[in-house]
Structure formats: C-alpha cells, structure tokens
C-alpha cells in the first residue's frame, strides 16, 4: 500500500498569511501514460465530512475559492492558501488514487496565529 | 444538488454486525462514471477507505476489512449499504458514505453527513 505523510500535523498561520501543507507518498503518483498525478486535497472543519478542494495534484474543484491551491508531481506535493481565511481553519489531508486501496495522509491542523 | 445520507444504528455490539445505508437523492446510484464507497473516521483520527460499488453491482475492498466487509447496491432505492462483521471496539468510528468520480478508488466530490458508531456492550 502507499503510504502518505503529511507535514506539518500542525500550522498556525496569521490572517491574510501565505499556509503551505506538504505531502509526501511512498512511490510515485504520476501516471506516465497521461501525465496525471492521483493526488487529491480535501478540508475538513469540525463536525463535518471531507470537502475536496484538489484532485490531480492541481485541479480545484467547482466553487472552491481561487486562494486554494495544489502544486508537484511525483512523490512531493504542496497545498497554498495564499491569503488565509478565519473560515480556513480546519484539518486538511491529502489522498492518492494511483493504487489501490487508496490512502489519506495523517492530516494537518490548521489554525489562525 | 446531489445529498447523501447514511443512516443504521448507533451502537453496535462487540462479535455482531454493523449494518449501515446510504440514501442517495437529487441524483441517480445508476450514473456511469461514478462509484459509491464507504470510509471511517474513528475518534480524533484521519480518514479510512473500506470499500465501494459500481451500480452494476461489481464491489471493491480494502483488502485489510476484506474478510469481514460486503458492501450491497439497490438500484431501484438509489440505495447502497455496508455490513461489517464480527466488530471491536477498534471499529468504533464516524462512518461516510461518499461518491467517487472516475474509478472506484479515486477522490471524492459528494460526502454525506456521517453517522457515528460505537462498539459497546
């Protein structure tokens, strides 16, 4: 199985600041055939179900605000919040789909400094 | 909007079954392209795949819940369930039922609520 791990398990970030979250897998996620890496990024506030923010490593999803974004390839991938919001506050994880079963990173806390 | 929800009991005792449905609405379980699954969250920690379906019917496990884990579709309740046997404590947790796009592993666009269990005599 691949094996996801995120950094830091913890970030406090000041309002309107830049908050970078690191994910490492254990093998590459980029597919050669189609140049796609199988990486996702979802939010999670408390008492609530994941949101998906990313999916292909930088994809965003419909409705998700343009100060969320993903970056990298192979085994390395970052998610940037470029001017951080009091609704960001959350635990963010990252996902691969490369293989399966897929697998979640540890998730990353992020609060406001 | 697409809405999932999960329903089933709340308490379930340790060596029986965890019986859980997610009822899908404002939207078809029959749409190509898109898997069901379930996924558990167990207290203060992340995000677990146990398994999902196609409509057709075709499943797909986490091969560590494989053993005890059969996942069911019904089509014409837009409905599709989880049965987990033979539960611990270790599988007290908040339980998503969620839509995959594209492959029956791949991300997640549509999560329900969730609904949590506890395994307790």
């Known amino acids: 199985d691949i094996v996801m791990t995120q950094s830091p398990d913890s970030l406090a970030v000041s309002l309107g600041e830049r908050a970078t979250i690191n994910c490492k897998s254990s093998?590459?996620?980029?597919?050669?055939?189609?140049?796609?890496?199988?990486l996702a990024w979802y939010q999670q506030k408390p008492g609530q179900p994941p949101q998906l923010l990313i999916y292909?490593?930088?994809s965003r999803e419909s409705g998700v605000p343009d100060r969320f974004s993903g970056s990298g390839s192979g085994t390395d991938f970052t998610l940037t919040i470029s001017s951080l919001q009091a609704e960001d506050v959350a635990v963010y994880y990252c996902?691969?789909?490369?293989?399966?079963?897929?697998?979640f990173g540890q998730g990353t806390k992020l609060e406001i400094k | 909007q697409l809405q999932l929800q999960e329903s089933g009991p709340g308490l379930v005792k340790p060596s029986e079954t965890l019986s859980l449905t997610c009822t899908v609405s404002?939207?078809?379980?029959?749409?190509?392209?898109?898997?069901w699954g379930w996924i558990r969250q167990p207290p203060g920690k992340g995000l677990g795949w146990i398994g999902s379906?196609?409509?057709?019917?075709?499943?797909y496990y986490n091969p560590s819940l494989k053993s005890r884990v059969t996942i069911s579709v019904d089509t014409s309740k837009n409905q599709f369930s989880l049965k987990l046997t033979s539960v611990t404590a270790a599988d007290t947790a908040v339980y998503y039922c969620?839509?995959?796009?594209?492959?029956?592993?791949?991300?997640?666009?549509?999560w329900g609520k969730g609904t949590t269990v506890t395994v307790s005599s």
């Open positions: 969620a839509r995959a796009r594209g492959g029956h592993y791949y991300y997640m666009d549509v």
């Open positions: 404002s939207g078809s379980i029959s749409s190509s392209n898109y898997y």
């Open positions: 379906i196609y409509y057709s019917g075709i499943t």
């Open positions: 093998q590459s996620l980029l597919y050669n055939s189609n140049n796609q890496n199988y």
């Open positions: 292909w490593a930088s």
């Open positions: 996902q691969q789909y490369y293989s399966t079963p897929c697998s």
